[in-house]
């Protein structure tokens, strides 16, 4: 079945600086990227997703990149903020939601 | 609020009990999923509903667990002689499908401590 691997488990790096967290995917059919944001007991939130069809997608400060070839996909945040602290998951699926394997998670600590 | 609420938030049992949980979905999507989420780890899929009807179910879902939503709305899981292993956080999701890949909004959770 389909495995999904987050590195690294935490990133710790200084406010304005850039975040890459990079996940890694087994199963060649996936074709959904979401990652999601999940701040101390709150609920997971979909930040940004990308489909197969496309190499890039970015929203202001967000960005997601993803390698078909290498079956690798990458969530990067410029300029971070303290308000960016928080657990980031990535996940894949093939297609829908139910199929959603979820990455170990990142703790992303941002220092002011 | 009009998103994806779940009941209790919190709940602490004795071993060997049986527990329930219920999620309303946002009120128009016709799809629901639990998943279960321990510390540290991303959420594991458990069961998804179209509308009334429970279409997957993970092996991790043993036969102590039960889920039903019967008119399509809120669902109800159960866990039946509760052991240690099943405190988690069991969180619940909807989404809207229309043949395309649509977003699923996760609810608060619901935290099982098993004592």
């Known amino acids: 079945g389909e495995n999904v691997e987050q590195h690294p488990s935490t990133l710790s790096v200084q406010e304005g600086d850039s975040a890459v967290i990079k996940c890694t995917y087994s199963d060649s059919a996936s074709n959904y990227f979401p990652w999601y944001k999940q701040e101390l007991g709150k609920r997971p939130q979909l930040i940004i997703d990308?489909?197969?069809n496309v190499g890039e997608k970015k929203d202001q400060r967000i960005a997601v990149t993803l390698n078909k070839t290498a079956k690798h996909f990458s969530l990067h945040i410029t300029e971070t903020q303290p308000e960016d602290s928080a657990v980031y998951f990535c996940a894949a699926s093939k297609g829908s939601n139910y199929q959603l394997i979820w990455g170990a998670g990142t703790k992303l600590i941002i220092k002011p | 609020d009009t998103g994806v609420s779940q009941d209790p938030r919190h709940k602490i049992t004795k071993r060997g009990q049986n527990v329930t949980f219920r999620c309303d979905p946002i009120?128009?999507?016709?799809?629901l999923y639990w998943y279960r989420q321990t510390l540290g780890q991303g959420p594991e899929f458990l069961t998804y509903?179209?509308?009334?009807?429970?279409?997957?179910k993970s092996r991790l879902l043993s036969d102590r667990f039960s889920a039903e939503r019967p008119k399509g709305s809120f669902s109800t899981l159960e866990i039946q002689r509760t052991e240690q292993g099943d405190s988690a956080m069991y969180l619940c999701?909807?989404?809207?499908?229309?043949?395309?890949?649509?977003?699923?909004?996760f609810g608060q959770g619901t935290r099982l401590t098993v004592v």
């Open positions: 009120s128009e999507h016709n799809r």
């Open positions: 990308i489909r197969s």
């Open positions: 999701a909807s989404s809207l499908e229309t043949g395309g890949l649509t977003e699923a909004f």
């Open positions: 509903f179209q509308n009334e009807a429970q279409l997957e």
